[in-house]
């Protein structure tokens, strides 16, 4: 069983290197790219999981936004002009 479980922290550690390698540097958000890395090599599982969590760009929809300030009819102007 912890054969399994190294292999499996080896194959996550190579596609997290891979992952963090192949982004654009200004899509990498908090550290620079190097430093990602470094951290990838050197804390192993905690910085795989650091760099899914703060160091991955986000996917194009993905805000956390939410949804924006709903106007009411009366005080819509695109709205009033079509009346």
Same mark, same amino acid.
């Given at each position: 069983?912890?054969?399994?479980? /190294?292999?499996?922290?080896? /194959?996550?550690?190579?596609?997290?290197? +891979?992952?963090?390698?192949?982004? !654009?540097?200004?899509? +990498?958000?908090?550290?620079?790219?190097?430093?990602? %890395?470094? $951290? $990838? +090599?050197?804390?192993?599982?905690f910085?795989?999981?650091?760099?899914? $969590?703060? @160091?991955? !760009?986000?996917?194009?929809?993905? &805000?956390?936004?939410?949804? @924006?300030?709903?106007? !009411? !009819?009366?005080? &819509?102007?695109?709205? %009033?002009?079509? %009346?």
């Amino acid at each position: 069983m912890l054969k399994y479980l /190294i292999v499996f922290i080896i /194959i996550v550690d190579i596609y997290t290197l +891979v992952d963090c390698a192949i982004t !654009p540097q200004e899509k +990498v958000r908090r550290f620079p790219k190097w430093a990602w %890395l470094l $951290i $990838i +090599v050197f804390t192993s599982i905690f910085g795989d999981i650091a760099w899914f $969590i703060a @160091g991955r !760009p986000r996917k194009p929809g993905q &805000n956390r936004g939410g949804k @924006g300030r709903i106007i !009411p !009819p009366d005080d &819509n102007p695109d709205f %009033l002009r079509k %009346l």
